[in-house]
């Protein structure tokens, strides 16, 4: 007999009901309770989901209203002063904590946003200073766990582990991390204490921080805390889940320290598999082998699983192996069978959650059959494996292998472009503009859903979309940007809307994702070779330019972006598909200049997103051809286009080189919250490209005040040549409302203005 398990749930409800909800209450609409009481029926719908499709091992504290990493900070206590200050209600200084506050009881920033290991999903760094009191806060997994209960549902409460935590957490006062961690692992204890009481059996730490590189001071913190950890588990049974990758750093010691579980993630971690079988398992534990893709939406094939199981079971006997997720399944969406527009001939290959649940059951089924080949179960999954077109496109093969070296070079080098560019624009110092979106008001959404329901005609939509372009233009005209923008109203979202457009795309209609917060995306799928017909941006951009004098970027999404936006086809490498995606973008950049946009920005968004873990890998299995495939897009512009690029976040001192290499004339990215450290990396990088680092965090409603930008202005300024410099919100406006968007842009025109009287 095996088992089955879960690492964890999606949390946002099918319909995306826990945004609706927090939204309301927000502005006043349903009280706490409410919300509460609505998100109590949310878990409770899913457990039993999973209790009903036998799922073995079903997790509790699954559960967030924001984020599972501010979670724990919370219940660990990790609640700065200024927030405490604030005086509000749990709830609300929760929410202040991860949304900022601004109203009668003052003003504060929300933490942080940061990308969770290499997913789209953003968690919210804690924050650990020398006021910092650890202590155990609140009774959320205590409560969740007792209400599964009452339901008749036992569940594996899921925490954040101590190591992940205190890894991921800012320290910003005098103390050193090792300074917080008996006071953490004391919390865990009391954790520990306060489950037995309750009656739970199994507890789930996630420390997906190990499959990370892992220097010795970290692996001796990781050992020290799990020592006492498990000398004070009592009867508690410890799962330590890891995934994203392998553990190769602290397998030895991982497997040396006596969990009751191990949780390792076979299909993304490259070494997992050999690890096992190499250096052996221990004996009485069980391995939790996460072997159905949490990360991607294709159906599991179970023949390979079955050989990769059966391979585990020559280390490990039958029953001490758990067939689970690779990840928390938060990272696909709810269900297949929601997506009533999709032809059942692509649906069919195609398991979101709830059929991930069956997958699971399945592999169990098949896992105890000797003649697993045999069984009906296994050859229909062979069959439909079988079936699985590659939808190939011979001209678009025929494009990639023509492609020779020249075609990812642009010329002339970019200190003679910026010479050009700098004549042909006639821009000012310290040049503004946006990211490109402006606020998707409520006007805006209901167009689009009239348009889907048939209510207007495609024409009458593009006459209103294009009348909001032109009042865009207008309002930023009167706030008196530079650059302008066309505000990105057409887009549903920056890669959904490109997929549209490009051939090898589908479209899922409820297929979100959680990227921050309760914010989903809706991932497109790429099941096939990617071309682009007809120009689609083309007609909008140029509609924009022609209001006005000033120039107006041309919008794309980056190649790069859109790959890692979207769940991939998983038979050709992803390299190859970055470059076919660049061949179609090409053209639209190529339509862009000759239709007289002078400025064309590609965003890569999401260009660090996917970098390896581990450092071994950034080059080879990624740089390598990410870069490469950018550069493709734009290398056969006129020297006086100048193209900009915008990355979300601010963390890639790392590779600063490398996005030097990208070779854009300008590129804008997050550095609102912490400006220094890029900009001490662009100064040592000699960074070459033009910059604009955020100088304002959109991710929050606050306004920044004038003397505030003022300030992130001179410091920048003070670091990088003025030439250089650009001055822009830190990303898109399109999540944001239109007073606090107005009222923002005007107080960051008047800051620059000011900035630049003094030059
Ligand atoms: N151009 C996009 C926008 O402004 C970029 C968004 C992003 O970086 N996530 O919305
Ligand atoms: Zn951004």
Redesign the pocket.
Known sequence: MSKTAVIGYPRVGSQRELKFWTEDYFKGKISADVLQANAAELRSKQWLLQQQRGVDFIPSNDFSFYDGVLDTAFLLNAVPKVYRDLRLSDLDTYFALARGYQGPKGDVKALSLRKWFNTNYHYLVPVLDDETEIRLNGSVPFDQYSEAMALGVRTRPVLIGPFTFLTLAELKGKKRREDYTAAVVAVYRQIFERFTVLGTDWLQLDEPALVTDLSADEIALFISIYRELLAGKGGLKLLLQTYFGDIRDVYAQVTGLGFDGIGLDLVEGKQSKDLVLEKGFPQGTLLFAGVVNGKNIWRNDYGKTLTLLKELEQSIPQERIVIGTSSSLLLVPYTVAAETALPEEDKKHFAFAEEKLLELNDLKTLFEDPNYTENPLYKENAALIQSRSSHRDNTVGDKISALRNDDFIRLPVFAEREKIQKRALGLPLLPTT????FPQTAAVKALRSKLRKNEITAEEYKTAVKQKIADCVALQEEIGLDVLVHG?FERND?VEYFGENLNGFLFTQNGWVLSYGTRCVKPPIIRGDVSRGKPFTVEYIVHAQQQTEKPVKG?LTGPVTILNWSFPREDIPNRIIAFQIALALKEEVADLEANGIRIV?I?E?ALKEKLPLRRADWRSDYLDWAIPAFRLVHSSVKPETQIHT?M?YSEFEDIVQDIDNMDADVISFEAARSHHAIVDALVRAKFKTEVGPGVYDIHSPRVPSEEEITAAIVAIKEEIAVEKLWVNPD????TRGEPETIASLKNLVKAARGVRSTL
């Open positions: 946006t990211i490109g979106s990105e920056m919008m920005q965003d968004a915008h979300c990303c898109g406006l399109k």
